[in-house]
T-cell receptor, first 114, second 113 residues
Framework: DVKVTQSSRYLVKRTGEKVFLECVQDMDHENMFWYRQDPGLGLRLIYFSYDVKMKEKGDIPEGYSVSREKKERFSLILESASTNQTSMYLC?????????????FGPGTRLLVL | DQQVKQNSPSLSVQEGRISILNCDYTNSMFDYFLWYKKYPAEGPTFLISISSIKDKNEDGRFTVFLNKSAKHLSLHIVPSQPGDSAVYFCAASDAGGSYIPTFGRGTSLIVHP
């Protein structure tokens, strides 16, 4: 079974803080993704990575950066957290590139920025 | 501009009856479609998929129908069970372009005992 883990289930941060969200997958997947889920807006792609040290912007990259130094780990960084970044953050991985590739999601990190 | 639309934010169904969740798309290049199911406080999990070369795919109680001319797909759950209560996301991708799936906004299904 593929397992995707996220470092925290709940986080409370203050405006202006630098925030790190960590994601680890244990199945040697090539691709990793960061989404945020907001009520009424579904899943929106922030960044994805198809290889170590490679990254691509998704639909809403502003205010975020990512790091992938090892194949199994994909980090999302909020350089200076703002209240509009309060959200549920979901990490996902997939084995390879392909339209029908199933994504495996972590349990999510609910971030509250005060 | 939403390319994948789930126009019903919520759906309530009696246990044992059929649940029909709908999804419309605007991008004619989409050729692969997936449904994910999400329980509260958990990540989405893959449920069922269909490629554009088919018009139906079935897996147990779950069937997905694709109508390419109408750019419409639907997920049927028969019979519905209380454990099916979750948010269902429709996703679509384009094998010849960006393979990254585009997600709809989700439909919250509640199955009443």
């Amino acid at each position: 079974d593929v397992k995707v883990t996220q470092s925290s289930r709940y986080l409370v941060k203050r405006t202006g803080e630098k925030v790190f969200l960590e994601c680890v997958q244990d199945m040697d997947h090539e691709n990793m993704f960061w989404y945020r889920q907001d009520p009424g807006l579904g899943l929106r792609l922030i960044y994805f990575s198809y290889d170590v040290k490679m990254k691509e912007k998704g639909d809403i990259p502003e205010g975020y950066s990512v790091s992938r130094e090892k194949k199994e780990r994909f980090s999302l960084i909020l350089e200076s957290a703002s209240t509009n970044q309060t959200s549920m953050y979901l990490c996902a991985s997939s084995l390879s590139i392909g339209a029908g590739e199933t994504q495996y999601f972590g349990p999510g990190t609910r971030l509250l920025v005060l | 501009d939403q390319q994948v639309k789930q126009n019903s934010p919520s759906l309530s169904v009696q246990e044992g009856r059929i649940s029909i969740l709908n999804c419309d798309y605007t991008n004619s290049m989409f050729d692969y479609f997936l449904w994910y199911k999400k329980y509260p406080a958990e990540g989405p999990t893959f449920l069922i998929s269909i490629s554009s070369i088919k018009d139906k795919n079935e897996d147990g109680r779950f069937t997905v129908f694709l109508n390419k001319s109408a750019k419409h797909l639907s997920l049927h759950i028969v019979p519905s069970q209380p454990g099916d209560s979750a948010v269902y996301f429709c996703a679509a991708s384009d094998a010849g372009g960006s393979y990254i799936p585009t997600f709809g906004r989700g439909t919250s299904l509640i199955v009443h005992p």
